[in-house]
């Protein structure tokens, strides 16, 4: 009894979280008015969420709090910076097994999060101030640059130039105590403003060395072109390479030729070498986050998200649009339960626990014994993740999910067809999508979904049957969180070999692809045999929302990005 009372506050609460995403939608899109495609005019419209819009005005936040000032201690070897924006805000996951290592490296270090300290200056101005932050250039900024469909901002001049002037004084801060050398995470959405730090510190600090690592270092024939001037850049793990850098490096060597580092102090013609893989996870402590104040991660209207990595890699890593391929590697199941009661019993208020992994079910026996140790221990966890659809995932594993507290689960469906299943290469069939989103649902688990369009290969009777499908599972989905056109990026299948997939482009390939390692934007590529260019995929997409507007499916907050390409913005 008990159990079903759950169930239904959990739907309640969802309920109110699709009504804040809708919010934030219509908010975000009032200005674009009858300039839409059909489908998403006829989703968005103000007569849905005009109600709604009215009370989010009145939503309660957490300010003021105290945010420690934040100085940087002399005679460093090496500091360790995150800068904004990090999505949510969430604690940096990254940065915190990076500090793992360094305590074990006997030099003297300092992890700064320049992100959290920077999102609450930001918002309890805002908010306490009661006005909205209007730049010189006469941009309105946005009431949460931090929230992730805002992440196209952070690609404003003028954007990036407010924050960091934001960050001034911590900048000139660092430029007073000249530490040895400077370590920045770089990824996507902070990459524009991490170049421009980076130029700062270049032109005050010319001697600190610039150590780089992060999500946009995934590979070494790319990293470089997303940042360009760094003195060493980190490819990949580095639990069993990192050591040896920074000892060097705080010695006043300029070690080169490094496995795992590209530096300007390789030789010219050196032959790379991947860092090796660290097969044992438990040979890492997971982040405690000692060197901040954990309570700070609390978003305005006080969510709080503890990041949780249980594996790394994808078991399958078979997905022809996918870049992210890498060795399967796991935590066991006890180490990954002690670290959700550490931040369950830590806490004086529950944090929602995320995992973060890419195939958190690739080996589906292992999530199962995750899910047992949290059980045994009686704790009351808040999990949100994202799954693969598999055959393993039945009704009694659903069940045995929520009883150790996942609560949200996102499914990277992708292909809703049999034939763009084939064309993905996915790892199921529309029977087990079907089964796992029912069985999920019916555990009482809140389900969403991804929907990828435009595969090369892709027709209109795969569309058409992408619509009867999401209709035979609306029951069975709470939320379609992200829906979009394929991006062709560098490390897939689709990038490595266009031509097996007829691929083709506007313009020379070779330029192409020499301007454009990450990604190559949607309006230089098409495929042929059916032909399919970006305006293709966007009538597709069109089609889609306005199928899932008609039957109540709702679209969430990333239908922003499928808006943005409606509009003609494409991908850069």
Request: aromatic content about 10%; charged content about 25%; overall charge neutral.
């Amino acid at each position: 009894m008990n159990e079903g009372r759950d169930v239904i506050g959990l739907r309640r609460r969802s309920n109110i979280l699709t009504q804040y995403l809708r919010r934030v939608l219509y908010t975000s899109f009032s200005y674009v008015g009858r300039n839409l495609p059909r489908g998403l005019a006829k989703y968005l419209s103000a007569s849905r969420v005009a109600p709604l819009l009215r009370r989010v005005r009145r939503a309660a936040h957490i300010y003021p709090i105290n945010i420690p000032r934040i100085s940087i201690q002399s005679d460093l070897d090496l500091l360790v910076l995150e800068l904004p924006p990090r999505y949510i805000p969430m604690m940096p996951n990254g940065i915190g097994y990076v500090h793992n290592i360094l305590k074990k490296c006997g030099i003297v270090f300092q992890t700064v999060d320049l992100n959290i300290d920077i999102y609450h200056r930001f918002h309890s101005a805002r908010i306490l101030g009661g006005t909205p932050v209007v730049l010189s250039s006469g941009y309105v900024v946005s009431d949460d640059p931090w929230d992730n469909i805002r992440t196209d901002e952070w690609e404003r001049s003028d954007v990036v130039d407010y924050f960091l002037g934001m960050l001034g004084e911590v900048a000139r801060d660092i430029i007073r105590k000249r530490p040895r050398a400077v370590g920045i995470s770089v990824q996507g959405n902070n990459r524009k403003l991490a170049n421009q730090f980076i130029q700062l510190l270049r032109e005050e600090a010319a001697e600190t060395i610039i150590v780089v690592g992060g999500y946009d270092c995934k590979y070494h024939d790319i990293g470089p072109y997303l940042v360009p001037d760094c003195d060493y850049m980190a490819i990949g793990d580095t639990e069993l390479t990192l050591e040896a850098l920074v000892t060097a490096l705080a010695r006043g060597e300029r070690p080169g030729d490094l496995p795992g580092f590209l530096s300007r102090f390789d030789s010219p013609n050196r032959v790379w070498m991947p860092t090796p893989e660290l097969a044992e996870l438990d040979r890492i402590e997971f982040p405690r986050y000692e060197w901040t104040d954990p309570s700070l991660y609390r978003t305005y209207y006080g969510q709080y998200l503890v990041p949780i990595t249980s594996t790394r890699g994808c078991s399958w890593s078979k997905c022809r649009f996918c870049g992210e391929c890498f060795t399967f590697r796991k935590r066991s199941p006890k180490d990954v339960a002690d670290e959700i009661e550490f931040w369950i019993r830590k806490q004086d208020f529950p944090p929602v626990l995320h995992f973060n992994d890419s195939d958190l079910n690739g080996d589906h026996q292992y999530l199962y014994d995750v899910c047992s140790a949290i059980i045994e221990r009686k704790l009351d966890a808040n999990i949100a993740a994202q799954l693969r659809i598999s055959k393993h995932n039945t009704r009694e594993y659903f069940e045995h999910l929520r009883r150790a507290g996942f609560r949200n689960l996102r499914f990277g469906v992708d292909a809703w067809s049999k034939n763009v299943l084939r064309l993905q290469k996915k790892s199921n069939n529309m029977q087990h999508v079907f089964q796992n989103l029912r069985d999920c649902h019916n555990a009482g688990i809140r389900t969403a979904v991804n929907i990828v369009l435009g595969v090369p290969g892709e027709t209109e009777a795969d569309i058409d049957e992408t619509i009867q499908n999401l209709i035979l599972c609306r029951d069975y989905i709470d939320l379609v969180e992200n829906i979009n056109t394929i991006i062709l990026a560098g490390g897939s299948e689709y990038y490595n070999n266009p031509d097996e997939y007829k691929i083709r482009f506007h313009g020379e390939k070779e330029e192409i692809y020499r301007n454009h390692r990450y990604v190559i934007p949607n309006d230089l590529w098409y495929s042929e045999d059916p032909y399919i260019d970006q305006p293709v995929r966007l009538r597709r997409l069109d089609r889609i929302c306005e199928e899932l507007h008609e039957r109540g499916i709702n679209i969430g907050r990333f239908a922003e990005r499928a808006v943005r390409n409606l509009m003609g913005g494409g991908v850069a």
